[in-house]
């Protein structure tokens, strides 16, 4: 089971917008800041969103990251076939004393 | 730009020491940043197993740390992994990465991974 729950799986059409959810507590995300990366298939992770919404060089501003309270949200708008990914959240747990990662949510372009 | 590459045994035996050596080029690790190893099992999640700073300075997740060892090799422009005692569960794509700055801050620059195996 892992600290930080996300959806398994979101899907939506060429075009639209989706948010993908990280749920978590006041140890981890509730105090901690929060990274987004997207998995494609057989690769590397890749850094989308840091320190809840920053977005790395080169990283096109469709991809979006905030935080409340204990949960934070990944959006990505203009979805493109090539979003076709696993995303994962991820941020410091200052209980556990360990980075910790979202189960990951698998989303489809339908 | 800055690259990272792993290396190591795709093969290891249960109860023998996974050893990973990650290979830094495009900047100096005595310039700064901590630097980790994340692992992947096959169809699984990411798991964060340690980070290290040029100084030696190192973070361990505390499941793993009776087991792990992360150490640093400046002159070389390298860090690697030792993980003792292993067992089928530490069959994984490990991946070695560059935090955006402290210990506990994201992985913004990624190696490709090298799957390990751990069977007899």
């Known amino acids: 089971q892992s600290v930080l729950t996300q959806p398994p799986s979101v899907s939506a059409a060429p075009g639209q917008k989706i948010t993908i959810s990280c749920s978590g507590s006041s140890s981890n995300i509730g105090n901690n800041y929060v990274s987004w990366y997207q998995q494609l298939p057989g690769t590397a992770p890749k850094l989308l969103i840091y320190d809840n919404n920053k977005r790395p060089s080169g990283i096109p501003d469709r991809f979006s990251g905030s935080k409340s309270g204990t949960s934070a949200t990944l959006g990505i708008t203009g979805l493109q076939t090539g979003d076709e990914a696993d995303y994962y959240c991820?941020?410091?747990?200052?209980?556990?004393?360990?980075?910790?990662f979202g189960g990951g949510t698998k989303l489809t372009v339908l | 730009q800055v690259q990272l590459q792993e290396s190591g045994p795709g093969l290891v035996k249960p109860s023998e020491t996974l050893s990973l050596t990650c290979a830094v080029s495009g900047y100096s690790i005595s310039s700064g940043y901590y630097w980790g190893w994340i692992r992947q099992p096959p169809g699984k999640g990411l798991e964060w197993i340690g980070s290290i700073y040029h100084s030696g300075s190192t973070y361990y997740n505390p499941s793993l740390k009776s087991r792990v060892t992360i150490s640093v090799d400046a002159p070389k422009n390298q860090f690697s992994l030792k993980l003792s005692s292993v067992t089928a569960a530490d069959t994984a794509v490990y991946y070695c990465?560059?935090?955006?700055?402290?210990?506990?801050?994201?992985?913004?620059?990624w190696g490709q991974g090298t799957m390990v195996t751990v069977s007899s």
């Open positions: 991820g941020t410091w747990d200052s209980s556990l004393s360990d980075v910790v």
């Open positions: 990465a560059r935090t955006v700055g402290g210990a506990t801050d994201a992985f913004d620059i």
